[in-house]
């Protein structure tokens, strides 16, 4: 009897998976796995927009980024997916279409934030918005759009370990075609029959991005970085976990010498922030640095206004540089009127003096004129005088 109960107790500690991740709206499919990343997608740019507006950058800047970071960013994780996993497409028995077929799961990370990465670079080099300080002030945001993203394997019963007995194990259901009643794990419904109980990988990944992300505001608060060495900090952490949940899956992966390829991704992208963040630049930019310019922004898609947005402002800072010559040469005629002044003051007060001595000159020889004429004062009276 006690054994039934130990028995009963580790069943009821077990994880269960969703019975389903997709619902019919009518003739469209609610799909779990897209909603956790438009989510995540959605936390990401606001609280990336608010750390960029702390660090003294201008409002509006990181939606405008992520409008073309995010596209670039989910066709870069399906070419990575598709390139490392190319035997479930490509083949004898494959339909190469299902490349292209993204809610059904399969992003690569790596693809993504690489891609994401020249995405985000078109869009700074368009607004004029410094790339390292804009990933330094998204990096935490991006790394819980992660976690949130997570979620979205967990509808889809994916990226899940080995078997085990842990209690925190993840039953993993079977999923019927509701309609033709034929196996559908990533679409069906869940008939509540227990196919295995395995380690769930990706919570162990989503609950160390979270880590991470608590990790990566505290040493922001603490040391101001910049330059793009947060960002580099968010690469390295998320990498190193990944390195070891990679390593306790056992579905079905390319390997390269003899290495899960995720597994060898990570150690060499590990390799690469370290070197980044102990490279770049101390420090953190001045806020003032941020600011591409109050002028409205036209939407990405708007190319025409963008290269009159361009073009206009080319032309302030002309006049810019121009009003700042200007104010300079003003500076350096004030300095010479300062200088000039007392030299003048001088010369003013001698010509009035000499003035005054004309003046006074001219009442003497007047009064002479006077005493000629009268013919009267006397020698004595002269001496007096």
């Known amino acids: 009897m006690r054994c039934n109960v130990v028995a009963v107790n580790s069943v009821l500690a077990y994880i269960p998976s969703p019975p389903q991740g997709v619902w019919q709206l009518g003739p469209f499919p609610l799909r779990a796995y897209a909603l956790c990343i438009i989510l995540g997608i959605i936390v990401a740019i606001w609280w990336g927009e608010r750390r960029w507006q702390q660090r003294g950058g201008q409002a509006g800047a990181v939606l405008d980024v992520a409008m073309f970071a995010v596209p670039f960013g989910l066709v870069g994780g399906r070419i990575y997916h598709v390139a490392t996993d190319w035997h479930k497409y490509f083949g004898p028995d494959k339909n190469p279409v299902e490349a292209l077929y993204i809610w059904q799961g399969g992003l690569g990370i790596w693809g993504a934030v690489f891609f994401g990465g020249i995405g985000a670079w078109i869009a700074c080099r368009i607004y004029k918005i410094p790339l ?8 935490p945001a991006v790394l819980l759009a992660q976690a949130i993203g997570r979620l979205g394997n967990y509808f889809n019963q994916e990226l899940y370990g080995r078997t085990t007995e842990v209690p ?37 990944e989503m ?18 970085i910049g330059h ?36 060898f991704t990570s150690a060499l992208v590990f ?31 708007q190319l025409s206004k ?79 005088a």
């Not at 980044?276 to 939407?299: N, V």
């Open 207 to 224: 609950i160390w991005n979270v880590l991470v992300v608590v990790l990566l505001v505290q040493i922001d608060k603490r040391y101001r």
């Open 271 to 301: 390799l690469g922030a370290m070197a980044y963040f102990a490279l770049a630049t101390k420090g953190r930019e001045d806020p003032a640095l941020l600011q591409p310019g109050a002028a409205p922004r036209p939407w990405p898609w």
């Open 132 to 139: 390292p300080a804009l990933g330094d002030a998204i990096a």
């Open 228 to 263: 793009g060495r947060l960002f580099a900090l968010y690469v390295a952490g998320y990498s190193f976990g990944r390195f070891f949940v990679e390593l306790m899956r056992s579905d079905e992966a390319t390997h390269v010498l003899g290495i899960r390829v995720n597994s």
């Open 306 to 384: 963008l290269r009159a947005l361009g073009a206009a402002e080319n032309a302030d800072g002309g006049q810019v540089d121009l009003a700042k010559k200007s104010d300079s040469g003003a500076r350096d005629n004030d300095s010479a009127v300062t200088t000039t002044e007392p030299a003048a003051d001088a010369a003013a007060t001698g010509e009035e003096s000499a003035t005054e001595a004309d003046e006074a000159g001219a009442t003497g020889e007047e009064s002479a004129t006077e005493v000629d004429e009268a013919g009267e004062p006397t020698k004595s009276d002269a001496k007096k």
């Open 168 to 204: 925190w194990g993840l039953e993993i259901y079977a999923r019927y075609d509701t309609e033709t009643g034929a196996r559908d794990m990533m679409n069906g419904v869940s008939t509540g029959q227990v196919l295995e109980v395995v380690h769930p990988t990706f919570l162990y």
